[in-house]
């Protein structure tokens, strides 16, 4: 008797032990089973018009210590958009751009880490600089901003490379001196330095540049143009920033500064004057009546000024659409995008795409803060003393003044969004992100409004900073050439007079033509048809 109990206390005992033993393991599961679940991580809203392949695949490594940011998609009405960016430690992502249009997040080539958040579609865009560890400029890829471009380099005989894209087009070609650049939609720029002077070519036309003057410590450069057998001259002044010169509209006259307040002021009374008044009309017009509607009343100048700005570069638009189908059908008839009947100008733009009023507000805002610029800079009475000049150097060039972030695309240029080229046409419209160039003198860009066939409206896009200068440029010489049609048709049709239209000379006097351009700029399209003829050879070759 005394055995059996002896066995049943041990066996209560062992019972509980394993009691004991189970305790731990029954609060673990309890534990686990009420504790909050582990986060992933957070779902990124993509940005308008970008596919998800956006995101390089070496950016979510086990090294980034942080949940990749999440951004709200903003619209490109210039409202404000806000966004929350997670802080990433030991990210090391090489030779890629990641970045979402509003807030922004960027590893550019060299090693500078931005964040940008877009507060509007003029300035108030903030951005904080930090240094990062980055890549060698020399190990990047053909592209801009770090992308790399698919394509392949060929080598010339005699010297010289080329960059080929996948479809056999030529992207660019650098030969004895002379740089050729063929945009996606084939338009091409040609650049050489010969004798002193910079030979541009763009299309049909271009112009000859070389320096003029220097004074108070800024140099002045002349540029000779020559397109459709027009030639003019205009005075441009250097910036040197961050290595590179960059080139800046200088007026060759001023208007008092009387007239530049009437420009920004706004009217007493609305002008109500219609299309055909204001000299618009033509196939341009009702090819793009669908994406731009001219306002039907101006509260005050600088409205009317958005409008003419706007219709000249649809002008300009409209011709080079044009141009380039003829060219197309001179090439090869069944490639062109005419019917097979021929045809005398493009087929009409689509009327699902259209300038909105919030970036077209963007616009007018940037006129009117320039006409307030012109009148504190104009002279006033006889003198032509104008604003002072001060060193070139270290001066930041227009194109990257954190108070100006609308351009509006002058002329056909190619942009870089998610590794791939698009177009922007003129008309198009864009608000710069950064302020500091990469190592491809790119900055980043949310294209704001754009037409068919163009760059998507909402992506953010790598443009090169001359490209920006350049349109700057033109915006500044539209405002005068408007400001000249407003000084003829003050006091008719119902619009106010103006105050003294007269004009001041410049400080920097406008030179005479350069009477060498036209056969420099001929000669220089010669010697580019005869390179691209054998880099058509040789690519040719080398793909055998």
């Known amino acids: ?64 210590g942080a949940a990749p940011s999440h951004t709200s998609t903003p619209s490109h009405t210039g409202q404000t958009t806000t966004g929350h960016t997670s802080t990433s430690t030991g990210h090391n992502t090489a030779n ?111 112009y000859v540049q070389r320096t003029y003057m220097v004074r108070g410590g800024a140099t002045y450069v002349s540029r000779t143009y020559v397109v459709g057998g027009v030639t003019r001259v205009g005075v441009y002044r250097s910036y040197y920033y961050g290595g590179h010169a960059y080139y800046g509209f200088h007026p060759g006259f001023w208007y008092h500064p009387g007239f530049y307040g009437w420009g920004w002021h706004p009217w007493g009374a609305p002008v109500y004057w219609g299309v055909g008044a204001w000299g618009w009309g033509g196939p341009w017009f009702g090819f793009y009546g669908g994406w731009w509607n001219p306002y039907p009343y101006y509260a005050a100048p600088y409205f009317w000024l958005t409008d003419y700005l706007i219709s000249e570069n649809l002008q300009a638009a409209y011709a080079a659409r044009a141009e380039a189908n003829a060219d197309a059908i001179a090439a090869d008839a069944q490639a062109s995008s005419y019917s097979s009947g021929g045809g005398s100008a493009p087929a009409p733009a689509s009327n699902a795409v259209v300038l909105t009023p919030e970036v077209k507000q963007a616009i007018a805002e940037e006129v009117k803060a ?86 998507p409206s909402g992506q953010t896009v790598s443009v090169k900073v001359d490209d920006l200068q350049e349109m700057y440029n033109h915006f500044q010489e539209q405002i005068t050439n408007g400001m000249g049609e407003l000084a003829k048709k003050q006091g008719t049709n119902g619009m106010p007079a103006a105050p003294d239209t007269a004009t001041s000379p410049s400080d920097v006097p406008t030179p005479p033509p350069d009477d060498t351009a036209a056969k420099a700029l001929q000669d220089q399209q010669q010697q580019a048809d005869q390179t691209e003829q054998q880099v058509k050879q040789d690519a040719a070759s080398s793909a055998q």
């Open 1 to 64: 008797m005394s055995s059996l109990s002896h066995r049943g206390n041990i066996l209560r005992q062992l019972s509980w032990v394993l009691v004991l033993l189970a305790i731990p393991a029954w609060a673990r599961s309890q534990h686990e089973e009420h504790a909050p679940k582990a986060q992933s991580a957070p779902h990124r809203s993509e940005p308008a018009h970008q596919p998800a392949s956006h995101q390089p695949a070496s950016h979510g490594s086990a090294s980034h």
């Open 96 to 206: 890629t751009s990641h970045t979402t249009t509003g807030t922004s997040h960027t590893t550019t080539p060299g090693g500078t880490h931005t964040t940008t958040n877009s507060r509007g579609a003029v300035g108030g865009t903030h951005t904080t600089v930090g240094s990062r560890p980055g890549v060698n400029a020399s190990n990047r890829g053909a592209g801009a901003g770090g992308h790399a471009l698919p394509g392949k380099t060929v080598a010339l005989k005699g010297g010289g490379t080329a960059n080929i894209r996948p479809n056999g087009q030529i992207r660019s070609v650098d030969r004895n001196g002379m740089h050729i650049e063929r945009g996606v939609g084939g338009q091409r720029t040609v650049v050489s330095e010969r004798g002193g002077a910079r030979i541009v070519t763009t299309g049909r036309g271009g």
């Open 370 to 455: 320039q006409l307030e610029a012109q009148q504190s800079q104009a002279p006033t009475g006889a003198s032509n003393a104008g604003p002072a000049p001060t060193s070139a150097n270290g001066q930041v060039p227009p194109a990257l003044d954190p108070a100006q972030r609308t351009f509006v695309v002058d002329t056909t240029v190619t942009a870089v969004g998610n590794g791939q080229e698009c177009a922007l046409t003129s008309g198009d419209v864009v608000t710069r992100l950064t302020d500091t160039p990469d190592g491809d003198q790119m900055v980043s860009a949310s294209v704001s409004a754009t037409k068919q066939g163009d760059c």
